[in-house]
C-alpha cells in the first residue's frame, strides 16, 4: 500500500477517530453533526449522529445547559468551556448514565467565515468521583475533629467547677480562655471553696502542657486541693497534698499554683506562690498592687510552700490569673503593668459598659477582652476573682394574705437575691419556690390566732446557701387531691435542693434550701453580654392572627392574682374551648402553680370540645421549665 500523501483527508479522518477524547464537528445554523470520532459514538450507544443537529442527537441533555452552550458559541462567536460539569445520558436499555465532562465549544472558522462549531471533551468521571469522595473524607474528618472537639470542651467544662459560690460580703468570678489549639482542651483551672470556717479558698493552677492529658491531670489536682480545703487544713498541707500526688503523677510535674485564704469578714489574707505568678490587689480607691511571691517551688520539685499574710479593705478586690495573660504575643515588658492598668480600669467601670455586671466580673471578662483582641494569646489565660463587698441583711417580708401582695412580694424577692448577687437562674427558682410557698399559705392563713399576714424570711449564710422561710399562722389542713390544685409544694420541692414544712399549733412554717452559684465563662469570644435581670409586669393578653383558629400571647407573671382571669379570658376566646387555640407563653416571666392549674383547665376544655390547644414556650423560659416540670406539653412555635 502506498504511503498516504500529506493532507491525505482520509488518513486525518482515521486519525481523529482514534483520539481518546470526545470530538463533534457541527456545521451550519442548525448545527448539524458532520463529524463524531469513536469516543463520541461510545458514550452515544445506538444513536444516529451524523446530519442530524447537535439539539435531536442529545436532546436528553437540554435542559442540562450542554446544548445550550453550543448554540449559545455559534451565535457570539466566544468559546465555551466547562470543568467537571455532570451530565446524565439515556441509555438504550432505559438506564441513565452519569458521567462527568471537562469540555471547550470553539467556533470553526473556514476561510474567515463562522462555518460551525467544534466541541471536545474528556471523560472526567473518574476524576469526579475521586474529587467527591476526598471530599466526604474531608468532611467526615472534619465532622470526627468537631465531635472530638465537643467532647474535649465537655470534658473540661467537667473538671472545671461549674460555678463559683455566691457569698455573703464577697463576690466571686472567673474567666477560663481557651487556647487556639486543635486539642481546645488545657491544663489552666481555677477554684473557689467555702470553708466550714467560714474562710473562702480561692485557687488558680497551671499544669504544663494541652490536651486530654492536661486536663485529666488537672482534675485531678483540683479534686485533692477541693478536698483537702473543704476539710479545713492550711494552705502548706493542702499544697502538700498536691504535691505528692505530682510525685506520683509525670504529667503534674512542675504545675504551677497560686491559693489564698481570705477571710471576707475582716479582709485578713494568706497565699502562697507554689511557682506561679503573685496575685494582684485592685484597691478600691483605685490604683493596683501585686502581692510579693512567697518564693513557693512548682508542684513535685521537692520544694516548700511559704506562707504570707496581707489583707483586704472593704471594696478591695483581689485578682488570681495564670501567666498566659502575661505572656501574650506583643506584650509590653511581660504584660504585668498592661494588666494592672487593665483591671484597675474594669474594676472601675471605666472600660466597658457593663452595668449588670460586678466588678469581679468585669475584670475577668473585659481585662481578657482589652489585653488579647489586639495581639492575640498562646497560652490557656485563666482569671479569678474576689472582692469584698457589704454584707446584705436578712431580708424580712410581712405580706397581707392577699393574692394582690404576690406581685409585689416577687419584686421585693429579685431585688433582695440581685443584691446579694444571685444569678438569673437562681432568681428563677427561689422566686418561684417562695411564691408558690405564699400562695399556699394565703389560702391556709386565716384561723390561729387571727392574725391575718404571713412572714417571708431569707438569708444567705456563710457556705453560699439561702435558707428562707414563709411563715402563716392559720390552721394546718391536709392537702385535698384536685385535679387542678395541689402541684405548689411538688413544683417547689423539684426546684429547690430541700423543702420542708412544719405545721404548727399557731401556724405553719415552710423552709427552703438552696445553693447559689454564678457560671464563671469559658470564652470563645469577646461579646457575650451580662444578661439583664428579669421583668416582672403586669399580665397582658394579646390576641394575634390567626385565620379560623384563636391565636393569642401572654405576657408578665401568671401566679394567683392572675391565673383566674387568665382561665377565663382564654375560654372566652376559644368559645368555651370549641374553637381550635394556640397560646403563646415566651413572654410568660413567671407561671405559678395556680397558672398551670388554669392552662390544664383550658386544655380539659379544649379536650372535651375536641379543639386542639397549642402552648408555645421558648426553649429554657420561665413558662417551658414549668411545663416540662408539670408534663403539659408544649412546642417551640
Known amino acids: ?317 483581689l485578682l488570681l490569673y495564670t501567666d498566659g495573660i502575661l505572656e501574650r504575643p506583643g506584650a509590653v515588658a511581660g504584660g504585668a503593668g498592661e494588666l494592672a492598668q487593665v483591671a484597675a480600669d474594669a474594676a472601675a467601670g471605666r472600660a466597658l459598659h457593663e452595668p449588670a455586671a460586678t466588678a469581679a466580673e468585669r475584670v475577668c471578662s473585659q481585662t481578657l477582652e482589652l489585653l488579647v483582641r489586639s495581639g492575640g494569646y498562646a497560652d490557656d489565660v485563666t482569671l479569678l476573682a474576689a472582692q469584698r463587698v457589704s454584707v446584705v441583711p436578712e431580708m424580712v417580708l410581712d405580706l397581707p394574705a392577699q393574692p394582690a401582695a404576690l406581685s409585689g412580694a416577687r419584686r421585693e424577692i429579685a431585688a433582695w437575691l440581685g443584691a446579694i448577687g444571685a444569678a438569673a437562674n437562681d432568681v428563677f427558682v427561689i422566686q418561684h419556690a417562695l411564691g408558690e410557698l405564699t400562695t399556699n399559705a394565703i389560702e391556709h392563713a386565716f384561723g390561729g390566732d387571727g392574725r391575718e399576714n404571713i412572714e417571708v424570711r431569707a438569708v444567705l449564710d456563710r457556705s453560699g446557701m439561702v435558707e428562707a422561710t414563709v411563715t402563716d399562722h392559720g390552721g394546718w389542713r391536709v392537702p385535698e387531691r384536685q385535679p387542678t390544685r395541689g402541684r405548689g409544694l411538688a413544683l417547689t420541692a423539684q426546684l429547690v435542693q430541700s423543702l420542708r414544712v412544719d405545721p404548727g399549733e399557731h401556724g405553719t412554717v415552710a423552709t427552703v434550701r438552696h445553693p447559689l452559684v454564678r457560671p464563671a465563662r469559658l470564652l470563645t469570644h469577646f461579646d457575650e453580654a451580662v444578661p439583664a435581670p428579669p421583668r416582672d409586669e403586669d399580665v397582658a393578653i394579646t390576641e394575634l392572627p390567626g385565620g379560623d383558629e384563636a391565636r393569642v400571647r401572654l405576657d408578665g407573671p401568671i401566679d394567683a392574682g392572675t391565673s383566674d382571669g387568665v382561665r377565663k379570658e382564654l375560654l372566652r376566646r376559644s368559645r368555651g374551648g370549641t374553637v381550635p387555640m394556640t397560646v403563646d407563653l415566651t413572654g410568660v416571666s413567671h407561671l405559678a402553680s395556680s397558672g398551670v392549674s388554669a392552662l390544664h383547665e383550658v386544655a380539659v376544655h379544649h379536650h372535651d370540645g375536641k379543639a386542639p390547644l397549642t402552648l408555645i414556650a421558648a426553649p429554657g423560659s420561665p413558662a417551658a421549665r414549668i411545663l416540662d416540670l408539670v408534663g403539659l406539653p408544649s412546642s417551640t412555635g
Open 1 to 317: 500500500m502506498d504511503k498516504p500523501e500529506a493532507g491525505d483527508l482520509g488518513a486525518m479522518t482515521a486519525a481523529v477517530d482514534q483520539l481518546p477524547f470526545i470530538v463533534a464537528v457541527c456545521e451550519g445554523p442548525d448545527l448539524l453533526l458532520v463529524a463524531a470520532n469513536a469516543a463520541t459514538r461510545a458514550v452515544l450507544p445506538g444513536r444516529d449522529v451524523i446530519g442530524r443537529p447537535i439539539r435531536d442527537v442529545i436532546s436528553d441533555l437540554a435542559g442540562q445547559q450542554f446544548v445550550d452552550a453550543y448554540y449559545e458559541v455559534y451565535r457570539t462567536g466566544e468559546p465555551v468551556t466547562g470543568r467537571q460539569w455532570r451530565a446524565h445520558l439515556d441509555q438504550p436499555d432505559g438506564s441513565v448514565h452519569e458521567m462527568y465532562a471537562t469540555f471547550t465549544i470553539v467556533p470553526w472558522i473556514d476561510g474567515g467565515v463562522l462555518r460551525g462549531v467544534i466541541g471536545a471533551a474528556f471523560d472526567v468521571t473518574g476524576l469526579a468521583r475521586d474529587r467527591q469522595a476526598a471530599e466526604q473524607e474531608a468532611e467526615r474528618l472534619r465532622r470526627d475533629y468537631r465531635q472530638s472537639r465537643d467532647v474535649i470542651n465537655a470534658l473540661q467544662r467537667e473538671l472545671l467547677p461549674s460555678g463559683l459560690p455566691v457569698l455573703p460580703g464577697l463576690q466571686v468570678a472567673a474567666s477560663y480562655l481557651l487556647a487556639e489549639t486543635d486539642t481546645a482542651a488545657g491544663g489552666d483551672w481555677f477554684d473557689a471553696v467555702a470553708r466550714p470556717d467560714g474562710l473562702v479558698a480561692l485557687v488558680v493552677g497551671d499544669v504544663v502542657g494541652h490536651g486530654v492529658t492536661a486536663s485529666g491531670v488537672m482534675g485531678q489536682l483540683r479534686a485533692v486541693l477541693q478536698e483537702r480545703l473543704d476539710a479545713g487544713v492550711g494552705i502548706a498541707e493542702a499544697l502538700a497534698a498536691a504535691d505528692r500526688l505530682a510525685g506520683r503523677v509525670p504529667a503534674a510535674y512542675a504545675a504551677t499554683v497560686c491559693l489564698a485564704l481570705l477571710d471576707p469578714v475582716t479582709g485578713a489574707l494568706s497565699y502562697c506562690t507554689a511557682g506561679h505568678p503573685a496575685p494582684l490587689v485592685v484597691p478600691a480607691l483605685g490604683g493596683a498592687r501585686y502581692l510579693d511571691t512567697t518564693r513557693g517551688t512548682p508542684l513535685g520539685t521537692g520544694g516548700v510552700f511559704p506562707v504570707r499574710q496581707d489583707r483586704l479593705e472593704p471594696g478591695d478586690l
